[in-house]
């Protein structure tokens, strides 16, 4: 087996598999979850993907879509794949590759049980490919629960103060997150951007609860609190937000990311780097190839503190590796 980072993941053994490709036509490619930067879907492939998954890209039905539930086994390419929660957002899926060895390939995980997922089941094979996206020590997020209690604390404050309160968190994923967050703990209706919005009917049409919800359109005044994608939150725009609502506005946004500009909630979908570690301590691979994030520094740090031989997926040697799993 030979493996890269081109064009996402590919794992080749007589054949190709394709893992959140881009840029490849006329192949069949499996798509680990909905967001952007990892499904890149064109009518010139065919695609592997959960039902829920294709639910949050709008793609139920659709020709060249597959949709394969958790736990079933399909072939692709020669290839027999199966599909496990990975804990990342809803649908989102881990892999167990077999074509002599057996390879893993986490993509986005956490091991964090969430207001709305179940953490990630720890899979075993020989190589495990794992995402580095927080891989480096200084990124240990505290229990999701002490996150949430923060952070109704902090906004029940704002509140008390009669200010307008933004929460900003990715439109898929994170935004149903704070949506039931709000309902369940604040006992709040929030407004939400129009994307949000469509996404939290997604995960409703999949039986994801969230609470109530208001789509944002011109409507400041029919609740306390908005939900926006973080992109979209600027100075300007909370200064249209407090003329438009005649309020003071206070914002925060739920990331794992530091530095920025506006207060912060450590309420991250990917694993920190306590989770990393874990993950590869338990799942007792041969190998661990790294990607995506802090690659090259997480592959270090799982030698020296686990004795297992690991190496970013950018600078894996093809005949080292062939060699290994021969």
């Given at each position: 087996m030979q493996f890269s980072g081109e064009h996402g993941i590919r794992i080749r053994h007589d054949s190709d598999l394709f893992i959140d490709a881009c840029g490849v036509k006329g192949k069949n490619i499996i798509v680990s979850h909905a967001h952007s930067d990892h499904a890149k879907i064109t009518s010139a492939n065919n695609y592997f993907m959960s039902r829920e998954t294709a639910s949050l890209l709008h793609l139920n039905g659709k020709e060249k879509v597959k949709e394969v539930p958790f736990g079933k086994k399909f072939e692709v390419n020669g290839f027999e794949v199966s599909m496990y929660n990975s804990g990342h957002i809803l649908g989102a899926a881990q892999l167990k590759v077999c074509n002599g060895k057996e390879v893993v390939a986490?993509?986005?995980?956490?091991?964090?049980?969430?207001?709305?997922?179940?953490?990630?089941?720890?899979l075993h094979g020989d190589v495990l490919l794992m995402e580095s996206t927080f891989g480096l020590p200084e990124y240990i997020f505290p229990e999701r629960q002490l996150v949430y209690e923060d952070m109704i604390k902090w906004v029940n404050s704002q509140l008390a103060l009669k200010r307008f309160v933004v929460l900003g968190g990715y439109a898929t994923g994170k935004a149903q997150e704070l949506t039931k967050v709000v309902n369940e703990f604040l006992n709040e209706t929030p407004l939400v951007h129009k994307r949000v919005f469509e996404q939290n009917k997604a995960y409703e049409s999949n039986g994801v609860r969230l609470g109530s919800f208001i789509e944002l359109n011109h409507n400041l005044?029919?609740?306390?609190i908005l939900i926006l994608p973080p992109h979209f939150i600027s100075?300007?725009?909370?200064?249209?937000?407090?003329?438009?609502?005649?309020?003071?506005?206070?914002?925060?946004?739920?990331?794992?990311?530091?530095?920025?500009?506006?207060?912060?909630?450590?309420?991250?979908?990917?694993?920190?780097?306590?989770?990393?570690?874990?993950y590869v301590k338990e799942s007792e691979p041969k190998m661990v190839l790294t990607h995506h994030g802090f690659d090259r520094e997480l592959a270090k740090s799982i030698q020296k503190k686990l004795g297992v031989p690991a190496k970013s997926l950018q600078d894996s040697n093809q005949k080292t590796l062939q060699e290994f799993l021969s």
């Open positions: 986490t993509t986005d995980f956490k091991l964090q049980k969430s207001i709305l997922l179940e953490p990630a089941e720890i005044d029919e609740a306390d100075d300007d725009l909370l200064h249209a937000v407090s003329l438009q609502s005649g309020r003071k506005v206070s914002c925060a946004i739920a990331t794992g990311w530091r530095g920025s500009k506006f207060k912060t909630f450590p309420l991250s979908d990917h694993a920190d780097f306590r989770q990393l570690l874990g």
